[in-house]
């Protein structure tokens, strides 16, 4: 049974580091794409990077790829995001999701969702001063 469990999130002020965990398992780790998601409330859900395990090769939106980072430890399963001079607009649950894809497919700048079955439960970053 695939899991996805996000873990990370919390209160950072304007200008603050946060890093997100995605912990994974039931299924081939090193072979899936996993990609990280974040969603507003009462706008549409962003795909922020894309970690094709086969190939160790990321992907970041166009809206963040200065500021957050992919990264993986294979010792725990695990796909981090960093979060880096974060931003009043960054405040959101982020999500982590994979499925029976091996590629990362882009959207408009973004992650895409196609193909995106498991998902986790999300974990909430609010940055406030």
């Known amino acids: 049974q695939v899991q996805l469990v996000e873990s990370g999130g919390g209160v950072v002020q304007p200008g603050g580091s946060l890093r997100l965990s995605c912990a994974a398992s039931?299924?081939?780790?090193?072979?899936?794409?996993i990609t990280w998601f974040r969603r507003v409330p009462g706008k549409e859900r962003e795909g922020l990077a894309c970690?094709?395990?086969?190939?160790?090769?990321?992907y970041i939106a166009d809206s963040v790829k200065d500021r957050f980072a992919i990264f993986r430890d294979d010792t725990k399963n695990t796909i981090y995001l960093q979060l880096n001079n974060v931003k009043s607009e960054d405040t959101a649950d982020y999500y982590c999701?994979?499925?029976?894809?091996?590629?990362?497919?882009?959207?408009?700048?973004?992650?895409?969702?196609?193909?995106?079955?498991?998902w986790g439960r999300g974990t909430r970053v609010n940055v406030s001063s």
């Open positions: 999701a994979t499925g029976r894809v091996s590629e990362c497919r882009v959207y408009r700048g973004t992650a895409s969702s196609w193909g995106m079955a498991y």
């Open positions: 970690f094709k395990m086969n190939g160790n090769l990321t």
């Open positions: 039931g299924f081939v780790w090193d072979y899936y794409a």
